[in-house]
Nanobody
Framework: QMKLAESGGGSVQAGGSLRLSCAAS??????????MAWFRQAPGTGREQVAS???????IYAESVKGRFIISQDGTKNTLYLQMNILKPGDTAVYYC?????????????????WGQGTRVTVTS
């Protein structure tokens, strides 16, 4: 059973930066066989896909974070990252790491089999 463990959340002032990490373990296939993504959920709202990255390092971003967030991964460490810059109060949410292997490392849709427990990010004005 794949396990995902997020870290790096916290409280930051608007305009600041945070870097989230997601350590993957216990997967049946190779790390590169998984599409990896970050989602977030703010209080009282639905879950939003923030960014995803596939085995060819192609990244897709939500319009709300384009130009401010960068998703990356280190296959040698089985770790996914989300560099968040120019943070806004609207970025306040619990951020979740997700993974899916059904497309062999490519990202086809917003359905993911594996989820972390989440890490909270609070941006104050």
């Amino acid at each position: 059973q794949m396990k995902l463990a997020e870290s790096g959340g916290g409280s930051v002032q608007a305009g600041g930066s945070l870097r989230l990490s997601c350590a993957a373990s216990g997967f049946f296939y190779k790390y590169s066989d998984y599409c990896m993504a970050w989602f977030r959920q703010a209080p009282g709202t639905g879950r939003e896909q923030v960014a995803s990255i596939d085995r060819d390092e192609r990244a897709i971003y939500a319009e709300s974070v384009k130009g401010r967030f960068i998703i990356s991964q280190d296959g040698t460490k089985n770790t996914l990252y989300l560099q968040m810059n120019i943070l806004k109060p609207g970025d306040t949410a619990v951020y979740y790491c997700a993974a899916d292997e059904r497309a062999g490392g490519y990202c086809r849709d917003d359905r993911f089999n594996y989820w972390g427990q989440g890490t909270r990010v609070t941006v104050t004005s």
